[in-house]
């Protein structure tokens, strides 16, 4: 792999990872729930993810799951189910404003860091457009006569920092609309803008098709 294909994979993934998805609306509705640290405990669960799927595409297993009509239909349908029992939870939720220490002025956690490791991990996981994305993507900076683990390594390396870099500045960037957010009211009301936003990809996803 030369340093202009590096290149322009850095490009597809400055793209690839900016663009808000359900990683992204997991990270913000972490952050004004929990904080930064619970955000980046969702979105190292994701990220882990995701490194699986780059890992399953690169040996292999992708092109079963893009051949095989079953486990691919599995995969979406259990993501569909995910993404909208988390958008039916935020838009049920009967919270009015988030909650806050009111001596260190911080969101106060909820979850277990675990827990929101394990929920982030699910959110990554239950897209099967990743495994289709990745599948395709890689042969296209892969130079097949040359060692392959590493240029993989690399791959992987530069995704990695890329999605925790930019999930972590959504996370950031909610943080300080918190104050905002504080009034009662308004807490609802984003819980109901992003559940209405996790439903929406949930039905997006429902439309994926091995084609």
């Known amino acids: 792999m030369t340093l202009e294909i590096w290149f322009y994979y850095l ?3 400055l793209v690839l990872t900016s663009t808000p998805g359900p990683s992204v609306l997991f990270s913000v509705s972490n952050s004004l729930n929990g904080g930064i640290k619970k955000a ?14 780059m890992i399953l595409s690169f040996t292999g297993m992708g092109v079963v799951v893009m051949t095989s009509e079953v486990l691919f239909n599995i995969i979406k349908w259990a993501g569909v189910a995910y993404l909208i029992y988390l958008g039916l939870s935020a838009i049920l939720s009967k919270d009015e404003s988030f909650l806050v220490d009111g001596e260190n002025n911080k969101p106060i956690k909820k979850k277990s860091r675990k827990a929101t490791y ?5 959110v990554g996981a239950s897209n099967p457009k ?14 097949p006569t040359a060692a392959l ?9 530069t995704f990695i920092i890329f999605e925790m870099t930019w999930l972590m ?10 104050p905002w957010l504080q009034v009662k009211g308004r807490a609802k009301m984003v819980n109901r803008i992003t559940g209405s936003l996790f439903v929406g990809a949930g039905a997006l996803l429902a439309t994926t098709s091995r084609n």
Not at 118 to 122: A, D, E, L
Not at 130 to 143: D, E, S, V, Y
Not at 169 to 178: E, T, V
Request: net charge positive; glycine share 8%.
């Open 11 to 13: 490009l597809t993934m």
């Open 40 to 53: 980046f405990f969702g979105a190292l669960g994701g990220t882990s993810a995701i490194t699986i799927i």
């Open 118 to 122: 394990i929920s982030g991990f699910m």
């Open 130 to 143: 990743a495994i289709l994305f990745f599948t395709a993507l890689f042969p296209q900076f892969i130079n």
């Open 149 to 157: 683990w590493p240029q993989f390594l690399i791959l992987s390396i």
């Open 169 to 178: 500045l959504y996370a950031y960037f909610a943080s300080k609309a918190l």
